[in-house]
């Protein structure tokens, strides 16, 4: 059985930093390209960050972008998202999806519907 964990979200003020973690079992993904996602109540799910299958290559949007840094191991078949400088804005739940086109060189995908396995989310919230 194919499973994403999720796992370091919390509480955290304004400024603030946290560090998510994504632990795959089941099968590898180290040659799969991994992102995460957000998901703020009575919103849409965001794409957050992207990291391709080598680690060489990251994308994010502009409104993490200088503040979030996704990362991977590939021994260990996780996927890490730094999160610095946190907003009330960002708080949301956070999932970590991986793509299933091994050794995938096109342009990181941003939309949730081009990710196949998906983690169940870890709650981050951000006080003021």
Not at 32 to 56: L, T
Request: hydrophobic content about 30%; aromatic content about 10%.
């Amino acid at each position: 059985q194919v499973q994403l964990v999720e796992s370091g979200g919390g509480l955290v003020q304004a400024g603030g930093s946290l560090r998510l973690s994504c632990a795959a079992s089941g099968r590898a993904f180290s040659n799969n390209v991994m992102g995460w996602f957000r998901q703020a109540p009575g919103k849409e799910r965001e794409f957050v960050a992207a990291i391709g299958w080598s680690g060489g290559r990251t994308l994010q949007p502009d409104s993490v972008k200088g503040r979030f840094t996704i990362s991977r191991d590939r021994a260990k078949n996780t996927v890490s998202l730094q999160m610095n400088s946190l907003k009330p804005d960002d708080t949301a739940v956070y999932y970590c999806a991986a793509d299933n086109r091994p050794f995938y060189s096109g342009s990181l995908p941003t939309n949730s519907y081009e990710y196949e396995y998906w983690g169940r989310g870890t709650q981050v919230t951000v006080s003021s």
